[in-house]
């Protein structure tokens, strides 16, 4: 038995480009440039090849990426968006922060992405956009959206904070919509050494848009266009990225190797992910579904196994969010908020952690 196996590691998923980090953090120092300068440069540049996406651009975080990208598009203000009632509430904050109103259309139980089926009752003459999240790893079911967004003539920005490298038809996440927003929060398949944050787009005046609004509305110093924010990329976790992102194939292989194992031996007791042709999931998250959550929880606690609960709360019921929302139901939401439990499926585990996990889950 092992001692402790940990939902994550990050010193340990970090330890394979230890001497690079430091290698490169050694004539970052010499240089002098902290701020926007080539390492922030060469990322886009690399990020944007890996999405087969023109443009990409820097930024502080996953939030602020929401942020931009929703301010860049200068809908109307209190323009409604639609966005899944399961999601991150950064992904709703967002669309409060750009001066929108947030409705929530229910995900569907078995992948946990917005219900597609479930969107055109939601639409009215202000909603102006939909932010599709890839919760998990898996992608949207992009097809039908995507004609929805075009039947209405809405914008579809894509949340990909935990979906890097994921695919639906062959298709990688990041490249449906008008924008796409990343996180390399330090525990993403691509992760940074605190936090970090791009945008992708296809359309060369939004990327524009979005250099500007990133470094206090201006693209010249000391000569501002528009009203900016402070949210730019470090060139220090530029270079980390920089270093880790050849390996982010490796990565989601590695995961998707751990959930297999998962998916052929974990008994019907629990609700597994669905697994679809046509997608490939990245697993950011491992997460399967039991009446008995909580017990489960503290059972695999007591065998030495740590697990997380992505996340414990539906956003709905959310102290924040209740003078925005109202006090709404969302019954989907609220059962997977009530039964979810994320398992390890770090780049940090082995196939024998794995294993014991597996034996000790079909014991409960």
């Keep these: 038995?092992?001692?402790?196996?940990?939902?994550?590691?990050?010193?340990?998923?970090?330890?394979?480009?230890?001497?690079?980090?430091?290698?490169?953090?050694?004539?970052?120092?010499?240089?002098?440039?902290?701020?926007?300068?080539?390492?922030?440069?060469?990322?886009?540049?690399?990020?944007?090849?890996?999405?087969?996406?023109?443009?990409?651009?820097?930024?502080?975080?996953?939030?602020?990426?929401?942020?931009?990208?929703?301010?860049?598009?200068?809908?109307?203000?209190?323009?409604?968006?639609?966005?899944?009632?399961?999601?991150?509430?950064?992904?709703?904050?967002?669309?409060?922060?750009?001066?929108?109103?947030?409705?929530?259309?229910?995900?569907?139980?078995?992948?946990?992405?917005?219900?597609?089926?479930?969107?055109?009752?939601?639409?009215?003459?202000?909603?102006?956009?939909?932010?599709?999240?890839?919760?998990?790893?898996?992608?949207?079911?992009?097809?039908?959206?995507?004609?929805?967004?075009?039947?209405?003539?809405?914008?579809?920005?894509?949340?990909?904070?935990?979906?890097?490298?994921?695919?639906?038809?062959g298709k990688i996440a990041g490249s449906f919509g008008v924008f796409a927003a990343f996180s390399f929060y330090p525990s993403k398949n691509l992760g940074a050494l605190g936090d970090a944050g791009a945008i992708l787009t296809n359309n060369d005046q939004l990327a524009k848009n979005v250099i500007q609004l990133r470094n206090y509305g201006s693209d010249r110093k000391y000569y501002n266009e528009v009203i900016g924010l402070n949210s730019r990329l470090d060139e220090l976790q530029a270079i980390f990225l920089q270093i880790k992102l050849p390996y982010l194939k490796m990565i989601n292989e590695h995961k998707r190797k751990l959930a297999k194992l998962y998916l052929e031996n974990l008994k019907n007791d629990f609700i597994l992910p669905v697994v679809q042709e046509d997608y490939y999931d990245v697993y950011h998250i491992f997460n399967i579904r039991h009446p008995k959550r909580d017990a489960l929880r503290a059972y695999l606690q007591k065998k030495g196994i740590a697990t997380e609960i992505h996340y414990p709360v539906s956003p709905n019921m959310q102290k924040a969010l209740i003078s925005i929302l109202g006090h709404q139901s969302f019954p989907i939401s609220e059962e997977i908020h009530a039964t979810t439990l994320s398992l390890p499926i770090s780049f940090c585990h082995t196939e024998a952690d794995i294993l014991y996990v597996i034996d000790a889950m079909n014991g409960f």
Excluded at 81 to 94: E, G, K, Q, W
Excluded at 126 to 148: N, R, S
Aim: hydrophobic share 40%; charged share 20%; proline share 5%.
């Design 1 to 169: 038995m092992p001692s402790m196996i940990p939902y994550d590691n990050l010193a340990k998923v970090n330890e394979k480009y230890t001497l690079l980090f430091k290698s490169r953090f050694n004539s970052f120092l010499e240089k002098g440039w902290y701020i926007l300068g080539e390492e922030v440069k060469r990322f886009q540049e690399d990020f944007a090849a890996f999405n087969g996406v023109r443009n990409c651009v820097g930024v502080a975080n996953g939030l602020d990426a929401l942020i931009i990208a929703l301010k860049a598009l200068e809908l109307p203000s209190e323009s409604e968006i639609i966005v899944p009632s399961n999601t991150y509430i950064a992904t709703i904050l967002a669309i409060v922060h750009a001066g929108h109103k947030p409705i929530l259309v229910e995900p569907n139980l078995r992948t946990y992405n917005i219900d597609p089926t479930k969107i055109e009752s939601a639409i009215t003459n202000k909603t102006k956009a939909i932010i599709v999240v890839h919760l998990y790893g898996k992608c949207c079911e992009m097809g039908p959206i995507k004609m929805i967004a075009e039947k209405y003539q809405l914008q579809i920005i894509e949340d990909c904070a935990q979906a890097h490298g994921a695919k639906y038809k």
